[in-house]
Each structure stands twice: as C-alpha cells, then as structure tokens.
C-alpha cells in the first residue's frame, strides 16, 4: 500500500518563528488533507489540498503531486499552534485515507 | 452548532466484555469514519460507511463491529475478540466520501 513519511518527527520552535513540515508520499494520489491535533487529542482538518497551493492566514499548503510531497508551512508561530499536525493521503478507488505518523511541533513562549 | 460528538470520553473495558463508543454528528453528512489510534501513532481505519445501512471494512476491523441505522449515528462495538483494545478512538464525518473530513473529540478506551 501506498507510505506516507513525514518529517521533521519532533520540532521545537520559539514563539514567532516559521515553520515548514514536509509529507511524502509513495505513489500517486488524489486526496491529501493536512490536520492539526491539540494536546486534549481533538483533530481540525486544516487543508485539503490534492494538488496547488492554499492560504489560511498564517498557515499554508503546497502539493505538488506529480513529485509526491506536500509542504506545511506555518509562519509567525503561536503557543496554541503545538501539537501534532498529520498528513493523510487517498488513492483514486480507495475507500481509506491513510495517515503518517505525524509531526509533533512545540512553541515555546 | 453543528458538530461531532463522541460518548463516553473515557470508557473503561473488563476482560472479556463489549463495550460501545457513539458518535453523532448534526453535520448532514453522508459519510462516517472509525479510526483507531494509539500512543505516537498515526491514525488507523477502522469501519467506514459512505451511506445509511451501508457500512465497510477498513485496515483494522477486527474485533470490532458498526452499524449505520441512521444518517446522524454511527456507533462502534469492541468486541471480547479485540485482544488489544486500549487506545484512542476517532469518529469523523464528510460531506462526500473521503473528501474533508472533520473528527469528534474522541474517546479513550482502556482495559480494567
């Protein structure tokens, strides 16, 4: 089945710094969701972003799907952007999305 | 407010007991996820269903079991035949299948 790998596993940044987290995926797809999970575990769905790019403040995605990866970026860091941010992929005829393990990003004040 | 809910938060499990997590959502949503998901772990599929009485396997159905009766309600049994229950579980819901899903707040399982 198609593998999903992102990276960095674990970053730590100070309050206001940027960010980028990288998801690589192994064959092609046609859905790619960015989420990001609190500490308290609830998941919000950040992006959906099967292909091009999106902006939602200070928070962006690119996909470029011919080249099999996906970038985050997260500009101006806040304390409450903590937690871990997971990108799951989706085939074409596939019933299922399938995560990574995530990247587990702390800002620190 | 729309939303998803999940019930109980905790839920405590003894040997050789099934237990049932809810999952309601108000979204009018055609499709329904059950994921599983344990410690530093991404998250796993458990069932899926795109439509009313309709429901699907994902990589992990084993030992546990679903039924979809109605739009708003996609409960989920763990079964006694589920050897390792414990760990955090995730009901989402999408509009269309597999497109943006959104998740409830969860609930933890553990076993007494």
């Known amino acids: 089945g198609i593998q999903v790998e992102q990276s960095p596993p674990d970053l730590i940044l100070q309050e206001g710094a940027n960010s980028t987290l990288r998801c690589n995926f192994s064959d092609s797809v046609n859905n790619l969701q960015w989420f990001h999970q609190n500490p308290w575990g609830q998941l919000i769905n950040l992006f959906y972003i099967p292909s091009g790019t999106k902006q939602n403040g200070r928070l962006s995605a690119t996909t470029v799907a011919t080249e099999r990866y996906s970038l985050l970026y997260i500009s101006s860091s806040q304390t409450t952007d903590s937690g871990v941010y997971f990108c799951?992929?989706?085939?074409?005829?596939?019933?299922?999305?399938?995560f990574g393990k995530g990247t587990k990003l702390t800002v620190n004040p | 407010d729309g939303g998803i809910t999940q019930s109980p938060k905790y839920l405590f499990r003894k040997e050789g007991q099934n237990v049932t997590l809810s999952c309601e959502q108000n979204?009018?949503?055609?499709?329904m996820y059950w994921y599983r998901q344990d410690p530093g772990q991404g998250l796993r599929l458990i069932y899926y269903s795109q439509i009313v009485n309709d429901f699907q396997k994902g990589d992990i159905a084993e030992g546990y079991s679903v039924s979809r009766e109605k739009k708003e309600s996609f409960p989920l049994t763990v079964t006694s035949a589920q050897k390792n229950p414990t760990a955090f579980y995730l009901c989402?819901?999408?509009?269309?299948?597999?497109?943006?899903?959104?998740f409830g707040p969860g609930t933890r399982l553990l076993v007494l």
């Open positions: 989402a819901s999408s509009m269309i299948f597999q497109e943006t899903q959104y």
């Open positions: 979204l009018n949503h055609d499709a």
């Open positions: 799951a992929v989706g085939q074409g005829g596939s019933e299922k999305l399938v």
